[in-house]
Nanobody
């Protein structure tokens, strides 16, 4: 199982960006998918998570600004980020609970994509 994240970059404060993450490999189905971030000198933290059924949960500081979504047919998860702030600067990682078979689940991480919010 592999996760490939993309879409990071440099954006000005108040700007928008969308991250994408593709899951590939031996996939029976995918349960929760999520985005985490790690800022310099800080621990990795959960940003948003979405269940297979579309239920979402967000970290408090990004509520109302970020939206997580998924395309189950394409095995993709997205993070739409609006009203970006300098404190959103971090490496963003996608994560997924992937059922390789009906009875075996594997948690997998993407490689990380850098978001820098600066003027």
């Amino acid at each position: 199982v592999q996760l490939q994240a993309s879409g990071g970059g440099l954006v000005q404060p108040g700007g928008s960006l969308r991250l994408s993450c593709a899951v590939s490999g031996g996939i029976f189905s995918i349960d929760d998918m999520g985005w985490y971030r790690q800022a310099p000198g800080k621990q990795r933290e959960l940003v948003a998570v979405i269940t297979n059924g579309g239920i979402t949960n967000y970290e408090d500081s990004i509520k109302g600004r970020f939206t997580i979504s998924r395309d189950n047919a394409k095995n993709m998860v997205y993070l739409q980020m609006n009203s970006l702030r300098p404190e959103d600067t971090a490496v963003y990682y996608c994560n997924a609970d992937v059922l390789v078979t009906r009875w075996f689940k594997k948690n997998a991480w993407g490689q990380g994509t850098q978001l820098t919010v600066s003027s």
